[in-house]
């Protein structure tokens, strides 16, 4: 059990997911209806951003949900994977069912 959630406990919902997911898997899922969300800054994200990506910054992500289709599949993503498996983590606990954390944008 890790320190985070001992402190705030498990608030995923049951059979929710987050996993890591390559390139070629974050392009399929893309190509079949995923949603695909670059959580860096908006100025990161207009010097280039993968193509269909919304921008969503995780430090303001938690605003921005009802953005998102929380019963679709959501991809992040962002420059080094840091951003993504946090914004991975909070979307889980905002009732998203099935997330795919890609991790450095380059993994693309």
Known sequence: MS???????????????STRVDGSGARALVEAGAQLVDVR?????????ISGAINLPVDRLG???????????????????????????LLLQHGFADVKDLGPMSAW
């Not at 605003?63 to 983590?89: E, I, N």
């Open 63 to 89: 605003t921005m949900l009802s953005d998102l289709d929380p019963t679709g599949t959501v991809v992040v993503y962002c420059r080094s994977g840091g951003r993504s498996a946090s914004a991975a983590r």
């Open 41 to 49: 800054s908006p100025a990161e994200f207009r010097s280039g951003h």
């Open 3 to 17: 320190f985070l959630t001992k402190l705030f406990g498990n608030t995923a919902p049951a059979g929710a997911t």
